[in-house]
């Protein structure tokens, strides 16, 4: 009883002195103001310094607070916590810049006739023109690669999950994740040399597809990996009971009740390909006409549209600050947009039919 | 036969089966008696039914037998037919590169500092582009680690559990954003915003042979000034398409992948460990430090050669905001810079007016893939020491 009251009355032995709520704020505070006294005493120029100053000013002096104040092992915990705060700062700024700036510059270019138009006879300093043709050719470049490799990576996934073991399916698993680091570049190199130089075929859209597969594949085998993995062992014992054979069992039981993770992982396997312009550059051309056959002639695309427009293709653009730069970024945020709505959309679905906890 | 089922009290054996077709199903991997199979209508509801239906009629011990050989061709094909696309790619480049490996001596293939295969003689080397391609990925990797592992540390011990969650998913979606668009962020908005940066890094650091910047005559020494013979500074707009640059770019597109993995890591730490930390008094910094980092030692290493895999390989983004010189310049402030993927992509359009111009990138292509395929090789490998280690 006599514990209780003298703890009550007196500080705890137990917890040493500690810095108060409001101290975070207050070196904020500090440092933003001597940081931008530095601004104006040293003359510098725009805001990234300052601000990087105060960063720096904010940790140092907190650390030192915290040092004459809670000692050693407090100071150490508040450095790290505070980097460890800015790191996440350091790393969604740009992101978000990113993200921002792109949709800054493309949305003035987003228009009706900009969806519904090609950029037939239109030069790099005309106006008008569109992105109808790069969308075409993007849909179905990205479909036929998604037609090559979904199923190739889900059968993969289904070797590894339901029949793999030994040293046959060891390799698979170790090429997969070998595979999954390919250069986007290499790959495009590779169908390069087996289709046009090898074959001798002339470029044409579905080119760039089978090399959009090649980079699909692995993907798409990890992610569907793992989500046949999550359907529980009692499912299949319970089929496997009932005396069905393994492969109907697969069919029946395993690809049913893991759908709706396979539909995702086959988006976001297509999302993550859509964007990719090496690969393209090597293989479909670019042609401002509308070209619906992939199996023929040069094909553009949404990446290969912008290159186009830069000037990167053909080493002439048109003059600084001209229509082709609006279109270029009109294009870039069309694509990352479709890209973000296959992210999006996947998760979303993902969550819709998310297995229940009962 | 220990294995036919016969543990089961749902599936009687029956003494009616004819051993051969049992045989069968063992033979090719089944573990039921095939005659027991019930009817395709009730597969998706196996608990309700109870009692197997013995109509087997459909399904005979040889079509199950088929069945399974089908689709396990089927699943193992697809298994080997990557194998066999990653054979193809090393078979195919190499095939297709030999004009060009062959066309000068090895030696000056690795240590010529042009690129210029139309010539006569030929004259190019990978020189340049592999002190590009690894700076710049150095670079990459020194930004991008320390940020990606404290991001995940943030996302998985700081940050509140539903954020987290959220938090997580806006990284990986961030991942997903194509190359193209953080090359024309670069180009637009990262080079002339820090064309300050730059020239400020040369004011106070230059003492650094790595920011020493200056302007360059064509042998690569700094131009000096007529009347002190100190060499010249350069104006604050003729900073730019540097490697450094090159780097930050890299190291912004590769924050996501590798701060995915850590994360994940992270997370798989055990709690008793952590609450063993917790238990003698740890700040949280030491509790991350003692319990979290030691665990996922192995992860992290894996996640930042997975992400120096997607710097080294990256294209787009490079080629946009590097400057073609094909010199090597330890200078990484100043423009310039060629990576093994940027080449082949800038230099691709001009390349089939040459003989060996096409050869020439398909080499490049080929060095890309044995150094991406060995980084690769010992990150994956890693893992799979660290998987045997803690099953």
């Known amino acids: ?358 | 036969m220990a294995t036919t089922g016969g543990t089961d009290p749902m599936t009687d054996e029956r003494p009616g089966d004819a051993p051969p077709e049992r045989d069968d199903a063992v033979r090719a991997g089944v573990s039921e008696p095939p005659g027991e199979a019930p009817s395709a209508g009730g597969f998706g509801i196996v608990h309700a039914g109870g009692s197997p239906t013995p109509d087997a009629a459909g399904i005979t011990g040889r079509s199950v037998r088929r069945g399974d050989r089908v689709f396990l061709g089927l699943a193992a094909g697809s298994g080997a037919l990557l194998l066999v696309v990653m054979a193809a790619i090393a078979a195919f480049l190499i095939w297709q590169a030999m004009p060009a490996l062959t066309a000068q001596s090895p030696w000056a293939l690795l240590t010529t500092q042009s690129w210029n295969p139309g010539a006569t003689p030929p004259v190019f080397g990978i020189a340049a582009l592999l002190f590009g391609t690894v700076m710049s990925s150095v670079i990459a990797m020194v930004i991008a680690v320390p940020i990606a592992i404290g991001v995940a540390l943030f996302i998985s011990h700081y940050a509140a559990r539903r954020a987290a969650t959220t938090l997580g998913a806006v990284v990986d979606l961030l991942a997903a954003v194509p190359s193209l668009v953080f090359g024309m962020w670069g180009l637009y908005f990262l080079i002339p915003k820090t064309q300050g940066f730059q020239s400020w890094l040369t004011d106070y650091f230059s003492w650094i042979p790595l920011f020493n910047a200056h302007p360059r005559d064509a042998g690569g020494n700094p131009v000096l000034d007529g009347a002190t013979g100190l060499p010249l500074s350069l104006t604050v707009q003729q900073y730019g398409k540097s490697l450094l640059m090159a780097g930050i770019v890299l190291a912004i597109m590769i924050i996501p992948v590798v701060s995915a993995v850590c994360r994940e890591v992270f997370l798989q730490v055990p709690a008793e460990t952590k609450d063993a930390a917790w238990a003698l008094g740890s700040t949280k910094w030491e509790m991350i430090r003692t319990a979290v980092l030691p665990f996922g030692r192995a992860g992290m290493i894996s996640a930042a050669m997975l992400g120096l895999g997607r710097a080294l390989g990256e294209t787009i983004a490079v080629a946009l905001v590097l400057n073609s010189g094909f010199k090597i310049n330890w200078v990484i402030n100043e423009v310039g810079g060629d990576t093994f993927a940027s080449i082949i992509a800038l230099k691709f359009g001009e390349a089939s007016g040459s003989e060996l111009g096409i050869p020439a990138l398909i080499t490049a292509g080929l060095f890309l893939f044995a150094i991406t395929l060995i980084v690769n090789s010992i990150a994956r490998l890693i893992i799979a020491r660290k998987k045997e280690f803690t099953a």
């Open chain 1, 1 to 358: 009883m006599t514990a209780t009251l003298s703890r009550r009355s007196a500080p705890s032995q137990l917890v040493g002195a500690r810095l108060p709520k409001w101290a975070p704020a207050a070196a904020a505070a500090v440092a933003i103001a001597i940081a931008i006294a530095l601004r104006f005493l040293l003359s510098w120029t725009g805001w990234a310094t300052t601000t990087v100053t105060a960063a720096v000013l904010f940790l140092m002096t907190l650390t030192a607070w915290s040092f004459s104040v809670e000692g050693r092992r407090r100071a150490k915990d508040r450095f790290a916590s505070t980097l460890i705060y800015a790191c996440f700062v350091a790393a969604v700024v740009p992101l978000v810049l990113i993200l921002t700036y792109i949709a800054i510059r493309g949305f003035p270019a987003l228009s009706l006739s900009f969806f519904t138009h090609s950029m037939n006879g239109v030069g790099p300093d005309d106006d008008g023109g569109g992105l109808y043709h790069a969308l075409i050719g993007t849909l179905q470049q990205v479909t036929i690669a998604a037609v090559i490799a979904l199923p190739i990576g889900i059968f993969t996934a289904i070797y590894l999950v339901e029949y793999g073991r030994g040293t046959f399916a060891r390799a698979v698993t170790f090429f997969v994740d070998v595979m999954t680091g390919i250069p986007s570049i290499v790959a495009g190199l590779f169908v390069f040399t087996f289709l046009l130089l090898g074959l001798g075929m002339r470029p044409f859209g579905a080119a760039g597809s089978i090399a959009l597969a090649i980079l699909m594949m692995p993907v798409a085998v990890r992610s569907s990996e793992e989500m046949l993995k999550l359907v529980p062992r009692d499912l299949r014992e319970a089929s496997y009971a009932l005396g069905v054979p393994k492969w109907r069992t697969i069919l029946k039981v395993v690809l049913p009740t893991a759908l709706s993770g396979l539909i995702t992982a086959a988006l976001l396997a297509v999302a993550r390909v859509a964007g990719e312009t090496a690969p393209l550059i090597l293989l479909t051309g670019y042609v401002s006409q509308i070209n619906m056959n992939p199996f023929s002639g040069q094909q553009a695309s949404l990446p290969m549209m912008v290159w186009d427009q830069m000037g990167k293709r053909t080493g002439n653009s048109g003059a600084i600050g001209g229509p082709w730069e609006a279109r270029a970024w009109g294009a870039a945020l069309t694509l990352v947009l479709l890209v973000l709505i296959l992210n999006v959309g996947a998760r979303l679905l993902a969550y819709v039919f998310r297995p229940k906890a009962k």
